[in-house]
């Protein structure tokens, strides 16, 4: 399985970017897609996932500014990042979550997201 993730940047607050998260297989393969993101010194967390039914969650400090899509054509995930604060910056990784009569978890690389003036 691969997660190959892309998209991180430098930008400015108020600004946006698109992560997109390009999975090896059927997308439905895995029974949820999420972004996590992980800040120096902190540890990893959700930012939004979203299930096969195409259900969504967010963290609170998500919602109203990122949007959690995927594109089934492309197996890809995206994740877009609106009205970006200081305070997103992370390394953003993306996850798949499979079950087979266990949870198995996979990972992306990660990519880095950098917001400063």
């Known amino acids: 399985v691969q997660l190959q993730a892309s998209g991180g940047g430098l930008v400015h607050p108020g600004g946006s970017l698109r992560l997109s998260c390009v999975v090896s297989g059927n997308i439905f393969t895995y029974s949820v897609m999420g972004w996590y993101r992980q800040a120096p010194g902190k540890q990893r967390e959700l930012v939004a996932s979203?299930?096969?039914?195409?259900?969504?969650n967010y963290q609170d400090s998500a919602k109203g500014r990122f949007t959690i899509s995927r594109d089934s054509l492309r197996n890809t995930v995206y994740l877009q990042m609106n009205s970006l604060k200081p305070e997103d910056t992370a390394v953003y990784y993306c996850?798949?979550?499979?079950?087979?009569?266990?949870?198995?978890?996979?990972w992306g690389q990660g990519t880095q997201v950098t917001v400063s003036s």
């Open positions: 996850n798949a979550k499979r079950y087979s009569s266990e949870w198995y978890n996979y």
């Open positions: 979203i299930s096969t039914g195409g259900s969504t």
